[in-house]
C-alpha cells in the first residue's frame, strides 16, 4: 500500500514539474508572438511620403529628394542633395511636438507621409 501511495505522490510531482515546464515554454512564446504582432503594429502604421526636386539653380531632373518614414507623429526623414560632382545623405530625426528645422522638401515629404503616403500594405 505504501508503495503505490509513494508511487502516486512520486507521479503528481513529476506531472507538476512538466507542467511548470510546458508553462514556462509558453510563456516565452507568448513573448515572442507579443514582440512580432508589436513589430508588425508598427510597420503597419509605418506611412512613407516623398519629394523630388532639384537642390541648386541651373540643375536638372530632380535627383535630389527627401523621403518621411512617419509612424504617427514621429519618424524619420532621409534626404539626398546631389550636385554635380557627388551626392550627400542626411538622416533626421521628427516628432510633431518639436521644432524640427526642416526644409521646406522636408515639410512636404512629411506632409503627404501624414495624409497620402503609402503605408507598407500599399507596397
Known amino acids: 500500500m505504501n508503495e503505490v501511495i509513494l508511487f502516486t505522490i512520486g507521479a503528481l510531482i513529476v506531472v507538476n514539474i512538466i507542467l511548470l515546464i510546458i508553462v514556462i515554454i509558453l ?8 514582440e512580432r504582432q508589436k513589430g508588425e ?3 503597419s502604421s509605418l506611412s512613407i511620403g516623398g519629394a523630388r526636386y532639384d537642390a541648386f539653380p541651373g540643375m536638372s531632373g530632380k535627383l535630389s529628394f527627401s523621403l518621411a518614414f512617419m509612424a504617427g507623429d514621429k519618424g524619420i526623414i532621409l534626404t539626398s542633395i546631389h550636385t554635380r560632382e557627388q ?4 538622416l533626421k530625426p521628427y516628432s510633431k ?6 526644409t ?20
Do not use: T
Open 27 to 34: 510563456r516565452a512564446n507568448v513573448k515572442k508572438v507579443e
Open 41 to 43: 503594429l508598427i510597420l
Open 87 to 90: 551626392s550627400y545623405l542626411y
Open 97 to 102: 511636438d518639436k521644432n524640427n528645422n526642416l
Open 104 to 123: 521646406e522638401e522636408e515639410k512636404k515629404a512629411v506632409e503627404i507621409a501624414l495624409k497620402e503616403g503609402y503605408s507598407i500594405k500599399d507596397i
